[in-house]
């Protein structure tokens, strides 16, 4: 009689090759094993050593500040351009979230590892935050994916550790304290992505912003802080937007009321055109979630000025109604091109050519977040491309620049932590794990490096407000 498998000479277990069950991706090589993932990453340190983050070698070819502002702004909406340079105006930190594509520029020409990830692409401070789940839970991570790509894990990280350097500077937090939060993002990252290294894959993979991870990042500071966000995220929902918002209407349904500069009433045609996007967007959801859409009736659409760097991108709000009059409020929000592109290639990074920046921005998303908006889609209006998602989700944020000076440490140590969790996801954490270490080495360079950037963009910054007040680019001030 033959012997069963995995008896004798069987072919489970020792005489099973073991080989990917995904096409691309290698299997860890031994169960419980570190396999050569950790060893790898050691080996890159010869190659990129951790000390070489520091450095911050500006090309004499840099576009000045007000240029970078221009050319950000080509394609957009020109009448929302001078509301955009005002926001961008108000202060570095600001200015820094409205420069993604001036950074990429400068990070393009720093020391990476060529270990790629899915990117954030704008991971500065105040792009965490909390948003609802499925159940009514609310879950914090990053939460703005307008330039997510595949690209150096390194420039997401050194672009939050920059962000905590000039919100602890409106803080009011001292130089040093600056630094020791940039520092702080960089340690978090690191110890965050050796522990992600030595738990079971799936538990990793399913890590989420909860208590357990508040006290690994040393942030317990952080929790009256975060609590207070957080009772302030449940009231913030698509009925509470819609009781202050909308008017009823004369067929007894309702409408938006406007607000401007935010919230202004569109045209029949072009409010007719996004309602009938939605069917495209519909195809792009899981089909268990069309039952729970078609419960809903399109009553009216309006435009609405978002964010700061997405100022002048064409942004939508819908109002659905249910059989008992309540609302769900979708935001169609444009997808332009990643502002990180045009500099990967100078990294020496190629890009795949992209089918639908709207289908970009969702699937990075997903690829980031362990818990998704889940009615998240995209779709086309008039050519261009969107991205759809729940407006006000029960989110609330943090922010970074209004913290108590001891806390910024805190949420710098959150974010770092929320930031490696966001990138094992599509970069194998022992990997990187392994190049990062145990000791500071990393994270004083990229300390070293935010420092310097900021000082960077406070100058970048004070050029933009002189080209204000001499009448070179218009701004205005606005809600």
Same mark, same amino acid.
């Given at each position: 009689m033959p012997a069963a498998r995995g008896q004798g000479g069987g072919a489970v277990g020792g005489g099973l090759p073991r080989v990917p069950v995904v096409r691309g991706f290698a299997p860890r090589s031994a169960? =419980?094993?570190?396999?050569?993932?950790? @060893?790898?990453? %050691?080996?890159? $340190?010869?190659?990129?050593? $951790?000390?070489?983050?520091a450095r911050l070698d500006l090309d004499p070819g840099r576009p000045d500040a007000v240029a970078a502002v221009e050319e950000s702004g080509r394609g957009r909406i020109p009448e929302l351009t001078p509301l955009r340079v005002g926001r961008m105006a108000a202060g570095p930190f600001a200015f820094l979230r409205g420069t993604a594509g001036l950074?990429?520029?400068d990070l393009a020409r720093t020391p990476v590892t060529g270990v790629t990830a899915q990117i954030c692409g704008d991971a500065h401070a105040a792009n965490f935050g909390l948003y609802g789940d499925a159940r009514g839970g609310l879950v914090m991570d990053l939460n703005d994916f307008d330039e997510t790509v595949?690209?150096?894990?390194?420039? !997401?990280? %050194?672009?939050?550790?920059t962000s905590l350097v000039l919100a602890g500077r409106e803080a009011g937090l001292s130089e040093e304290g600056c630094r020791e939060a940039a520092g702080d993002v960089a340690g978090s990252y690191r110890r965050t992505l050796r522990l992600l290294a030595r738990m079971p894959a799936a538990e990793a993979w399913n890590a989420i912003a909860d208590e357990r991870l508040v006290s690994h990042a040393d942030a317990r500071d952080l929790l009256g /802080?975060?609590? *207070?966000?957080?009772? %302030?995220? $449940?009231?913030? /929902?698509? =009925?509470?937007? @819609?009781a202050k918002s909308t008017e009823e209407a004369p067929d007894g349904g309702r409408r938006f009321v406007e607000a401007l500069p935010v919230l202004r009433r569109v045209p029949d045609a072009e409010? *007719?055109?996004? *309602?009938?996007?939605?069917?495209?967007?519909?195809?792009?959801?899981?089909? !268990?979630?069309?039952?729970?859409l078609a419960r809903y009736a399109v009553h009216d659409v309006a435009f609405r000025v978002v964010g700061t760097g997405s100022v002048g991108t064409r942004s939508y709000v819908v109002l659905l109604l249910d059989h008992r009059g309540e609302p769900l409020v979708l935001q169609v929000k444009e997808a332009r091109p990643s502002a990180l592109v045009p500099h990967l290639a100078t990294a020496g990074i190629g890009t795949p050519p992209v089918e639908h920046e709207g289908r970009r921005v969702v699937l990075g998303q997903r690829h980031m977040q362990v818990v998704s908006d889940v009615l998240l889609g995209w779709t086309t209006v008039d050519g261009r491309h969107y991205q759809v998602r729940q407006f006000r989700n029960r989110k609330g944020s943090v922010d970074p620049a209004a913290l108590a000076a001891d806390q910024v440490d805190d949420y710098a140590r959150m974010t770092g932590a929320l930031l490696a969790r966001a990138h094992s996801h599509s970069a194998d954490p022992r990997l990187l794990a392994g190049y990062c270490g145990k000791n500071t080495e990393l994270d004083e360079a990229v300390a070293s490096f935010a420092v310097a950037y900021a000082d960077r963009m406070e100058a970048d910054?004070? !050029?933009?407000v002189a080209a204000? $007040?001499?009448?070179r680019i218009a701004a205005e001030t606005g809600a």
């Open positions: 169960p =419980g094993g570190e396999g050569g993932a950790k @060893a790898r990453g %050691k080996a890159l $340190r010869r190659s990129t050593p $951790r000390a070489e983050h950074m990429a520029y595949r690209g150096p894990w390194e420039w !997401d990280l %050194k672009r939050l550790a /802080t975060l609590e *207070a966000v957080s009772e %302030k995220a $449940r009231s913030n /929902t698509s =009925g509470r937007f @819609a409010a *007719a055109a996004v *309602a009938l996007a939605l069917e495209g967007y519909a195809e792009t959801l899981s089909e !268990d979630r069309l039952p729970l910054h004070a !050029d933009l204000v $007040r001499s009448g």
